[in-house]
């Protein structure tokens, strides 16, 4: 069946560093990729997507680029800030489908 | 506009109890979800519902679990008879229409003594 795995962390980085949360995927089909974002205390927010190979979802200085050819979604970011302490949640969803697949998640804390 | 909202957002509970949780989707929202989400794991799918159609339950961990939804619109999660691995978080997500963008709200954390 469907599933994504995501290095889980904690990731610990200091502000303004590189980050790279690693997301690969299997799934049968064609399906549409998402980062999800769940702040302390709060639901979980839709991040970016994609919805074909090689599109680039992006916001907030996030990115990740939909890689069919080794079945990933990695999320970048240039330069993090404190803010950016969250639980990063990778997910799938078939085309055409409503069930929706959700990675682990994976918690990146952010020191000043 | 108003978000998803649940409640209550935390509910303590004796093993054997029955819980009733709670969402309130965005108006016009066609499509509700709810998932379960455990300490360290991923969000798990528990059942569906889209528009007047018979629900999706094929999530639903056992028979103790049903939900329902009223008018299109609030569904209530019931666990019947709770056990301690039912404690987790409760998310429910509404969308548009099927496929389309899910905004979730911020959930009921159960914790079954």
């Known amino acids: 069946g469907d599933s994504v795995t995501q290095m889980e962390g904690p990731v610990t980085l200091s502000e303004e560093a590189f980050l790279t949360i690693n997301c690969t995927y299997t799934a049968t089909g064609y399906p549409s990729l998402f980062w999800y974002v769940q702040y302390p205390g709060e639901g979980l927010q839709l991040l970016l997507k994609a919805t074909k190979a090689d599109d680039k979802g992006s916001n907030k200085g996030f990115e990740a680029t939909y890689r069919k050819e080794t079945t990933s979604f990695h999320l970048e970011k240039g330069s993090v800030q404190v803010s950016d302490s969250a639980v990063y949640f990778c997910?799938?969803?078939?085309?055409?489908?409503?069930?929706?697949?959700f990675g682990a998640g994976s918690r990146l804390f952010v020191k000043a | 506009g108003a978000g998803v909202s649940q409640s209550p957002s935390n509910k303590v509970t004796e093993k054997g109890k029955d819980v009733e949780l709670r969402c309130d989707p965005i108006s016009g929202h066609t499509a509700l979800y709810w998932y379960r989400q455990s300490l360290g794991q991923g969000l798990e799918f528990l059942i569906y519902?889209?528009?007047?159609?018979?629900?999706?339950k094929s999530g639903l961990p056992s028979d103790r679990f049903s939900a329902e939804r009223t008018g299109g619109s609030v569904s209530t999660l019931t666990i019947q008879r709770t056990q301690q691995e039912d404690s987790a978080v409760y998310l429910c997500?509404?969308?548009?229409?099927?496929?389309?963008?899910?905004?979730f709200g911020p959930g009921t954390r159960l914790l079954v003594l």
């Open positions: 519902f889209q528009g007047n159609s018979a629900p999706d």
């Open positions: 997500a509404s969308s548009f229409h099927q496929g389309e963008t899910q905004y």
């Open positions: 997910a799938l969803r078939n085309t055409g489908g409503f069930k929706t697949n």
